[in-house]
């Protein structure tokens, strides 16, 4: 995958992109990676990339002129033609895991952060393809957004993580939460591991396992098994965690 970052602050995108997992991504060449700055594409000498906005109200407006150059400038050094154009915003599309294996098949990818008030609406309706939001608050930027999605997206490509199979276990990836994990030392503090993971019965453990991933699920996002379709194996285990809740609540 190829992907392009718009920024007025590309020393930002560049400091998260240091560490981690994107960053070793991009260093083995397992993602394409090109940072964008709209001043650099202004019109002026001052470089302006925002001005006061029509109608009045606080604060400034992001220009649609800088923003389009650079999205332009984006897809016409992409390696692959019509790279998906996606505005991080708070009024956007929920992100999910869903929408992150949905953007990891695509071959080229364009994340605009904006900043301020807002950007000029006639910028979004012509050259965005999907509006996204990582949640119901507000940043000062679309700048960490926009790394929340690339990580989340590139991490699901292949050859980025390590060990490919850690993913598929993964809370959400295939609708619920993840188990509970446990290393050395055998006792912390007074706490031990539960002896089902010490006996080495694979089969026990997966069981387990399922279970606990079931009752995490049950316990702190149950609206998440709404939609889930659970074979008649898990349908069993979570009649059984429901009512080992109940016995102990």
């Known amino acids: 995958m190829w992907a392009g970052v718009v920024s007025i602050f590309p020393n930002l995108i560049r400091t998260v992109l240091n560490e981690g997992v994107v960053g070793r991504a991009v260093a083995r060449g397992d993602l394409g990676l090109a940072i964008f700055d709209p001043r650099d594409y202004a ?3 001052h470089r302006t990339v925002d001005d006061r906005p029509f109608g009045g109200g606080p604060g400034m407006v ?10 332009s400038e984006a897809r016409r050094l992409c390696p692959t033609e019509n790279p998906v154009t996606v505005y991080l915003s708070p009024q956007g599309t929920r992100f999910t895991q869903s929408l992150a294996n949905e953007l990891a098949t695509l071959p080229g990818l364009v994340l605009v952060a904006g900043r ?18 990582i949640g119901d608050f507000v940043l000062s930027g679309g700048e960490l957004a926009a790394m929340v ?3 989340a997206v590139a991490r699901l490509l292949p050859g980025v993580v390590g060990n490919p199979d850690s993913i598929k276990c993964e809370s959400h990836m295939d609708g619920l939460l993840d188990f509970p994990h446990y ?3 055998r006792e912390f503090d007074g706490d031990g591991v539960p002896d089902i993971l010490l006996q080495g019965n694979h089969s026990a453990i997966e069981e387990w396992r399922q279970k606990q991933a079931l009752c995490r699920t049950w316990l702190k996002r149950p609206d998440m098994l709404l939609g889930k379709e659970l074979s008649q194996a898990e349908r069993a285990m979570l009649m059984e965690v429901i009512d080992t809740i109940g016995e102990t609540s």
């Open 62 to 71: 992001m220009m649609a002129g800088p923003l389009s150059a650079s999205v």
């Open 183 to 185: 290393t050395r030392p």
């Open 116 to 133: 301020y008030e807002g950007v000029d609406e006639r910028f979004i309706e012509r050259e965005t393809d999907l509006e996204l939001s």
């Open 149 to 151: 999605v690339l990580d």
């Open 43 to 45: 019109e002026d000498n």
